[in-house]
């Protein structure tokens, strides 16, 4: 069964510093590739996704993700982080071959102090 | 874009009683609802998937007869955590994928509470 590795359970950064989130999957097939975030008291929101085409996908609020099929991985990126994006992140991976489950990586609660 | 709509949002229930979560797809049919469980500070965990016109399938470890999972309608899933135990007390979230632009689409979620 395919799993999703988020390396970083807790961030902690200053406003301006850039934030780059870690994940990892494990599988070699064709894959979806999901980053969402949940800020406190609300619902997941999709902030990018990655189908197919450019490996470099840019989503909303500035954020980028690249999927580097050799590494099994989709990083999480944002060069200047504000106060506002303190939340939860979650990577989620869909395999073709399992349907349309998603499944989730353990989250990554990140906290940017003003 | 496609809207799933949760309810109720919270539920407090005593222990023994059963708790129905309802899904509904408001500007889309959802043949498939995935029914989710996330403790806190801990990732979501798929509980089950639910099929309009047949059975669910239930992950490996999930009790298929304390969680009633229904797909009644292509706009309609529901979940009854049936004798409810503190333990049960989670937040339970489903979502239906939407293909096109935006994959899947969430429910706000049910926090439950079973004192």
């Known amino acids: 069964a395919q799993s999703v590795s988020q390396h970083n359970h807790h961030v902690i950064l200053s406003e301006a510093a850039s934030l780059e989130l870690g994940c990892n999957y494990s599988y070699g097939g064709t894959v979806n590739l999901f980053w969402y975030v949940q800020y406190p008291g609300q619902h997941l929101q999709l902030l990018l996704k990655?189908?197919?085409?450019?490996?470099l996908v840019k989503g909303i609020k500035g954020f980028e993700a690249e999927f580097i099929k050799s590494k099994f991985s989709f990083n999480l990126r944002k060069p200047s982080v504000q106060w506002s994006d303190t939340a939860e992140y979650f990577c989620a991976v869909n395999v073709w071959a399992a349907g349309n489950k998603l499944t989730f990586g353990g989250g990554t609660r990140v906290l940017v102090k003003p | 874009g496609a809207v799933v709509s949760q309810h109720p949002s919270w539920v407090i229930c005593k222990s023994g009683t059963s708790v129905k979560i309802e899904c509904r797809s408001l500007?889309?049919?959802?043949?498939?609802m995935f029914w989710y469980r996330q403790f806190p500070k801990k990732s979501l965990m798929l509980m089950a998937t639910s099929n309009e016109g047949s059975k669910a399938t239930y992950e490996q470890g999930v009790e298929k007869d304390k969680f009633l999972i229904n797909h009644a309608s292509l706009t309609l899933s529901t979940l009854t955590v049936t004798s409810a135990h503190p333990e049960d007390s989670s937040f339970y979230i489903c979502?239906?994928?939407?293909?096109?632009?935006?994959?899947?689409?969430f429910g706000s979620g049910t926090r439950l509470t079973v004192v």
């Open positions: 500007d889309f049919q959802a043949t498939t």
């Open positions: 979502s239906a994928p939407t293909g096109g632009d935006y994959g899947y689409t």
């Open positions: 990655y189908f197919s085409g450019d490996p």
